[in-house]
Each structure stands twice: as structure tokens, then as C-alpha cells.
Nanobody
């Protein structure tokens, strides 16, 4: 069974860099047709896709966050990471990692982590 687990620092102060890691089990992050994604949900708002890393290691980013976002991976540990720089309180959210599956024209998220709450506050 595929499982994803987020881990991170908890509280982050404004202007710092948020760093989160997603550890994957039951699947390989190098298997084709999957995109390993980061999604967040600010309090009282909807889900916001932040970016993803593909099975080949290429990355894609939400245009609104692209200048602050970096996504990388460690295939030996089956982990992928998100770094979000220069955070502000508006970056406070529950952060999820998820697997996106591409089946022809269909794209959908089939596995999610449980999410990790990240408050940004001084």
C-alpha cells in the first residue's frame, strides 16, 4: 500500500525558509506517469497546488509561488522535499504531499499524506 508522510519543523518565523519532506513507502518516486506534488490549504481557504516533481526529476511550480519555491528529491530515501523561502504569515497552512497519476488525459491525486500544520508567526 502506498503511503506518504510529511515531516517538517512546525512553527516557522517570517522571512525564514520553510522546508518539508515527504517520505514515500509502497511505491517508487521514479516510476513513470506519477507526479509527486505539494499542496497546501490555508485556514478557511481551498486547496492550492504548489508544485511537483516528476518521475524523471523535472519540476513544475505554481506560477504565483515559483520564485520562492524549490522542489527536490532523494531517490535513495524515496523522499521529495519542498522549500519555500521568505515566508510570511500568509503562508500559514496545512501542507500535504500527494501523488498525481496521469492516465491519458485524466489527471488525479490518488494518494495523500495526512498533512502537516505549518504556522508562520514571530
Amino acid at each position: 500500500q502506498v503511503q506518504l508522510q510529511e515531516s517538517g519543523p512546525g512553527l516557522v518565523k517570517p522571512s525564514q525558509t520553510l522546508s518539508l519532506t515527504c517520505t514515500v513507502s509502497g511505491a517508487s518516486i521514479t516510476t513513470s506517469s506519477y507526479h509527486w506534488s505539494w499542496i497546501r490549504q490555508p485556514p478557511g481557504k481551498g486547496l492550492e497546488w504548489e508544485g511537483a516533481i516528476t518521475s524523471s526529476g523535472t519540476t513544475d511550480h505554481n506560477a504565483s509561488l515559483k520564485s520562492r519555491t524549490s522542489i527536490s528529491r532523494d531517490t535513495s530515501k524515496m523522499q521529495f522535499t519542498l522549500q519555500l523561502s521568505s515566508v510570511t504569515p500568509e503562508d500559514t497552512a496545512v501542507y500535504y504531499c500527494a501523488r498525481r497519476r496521469d492516465l491519458g488525459a485524466r489527471r488525479f491525486f490518488d494518494y495523500w499524506g495526512q498533512g502537516t500544520q505549518v504556522p508562520v508567526s514571530s
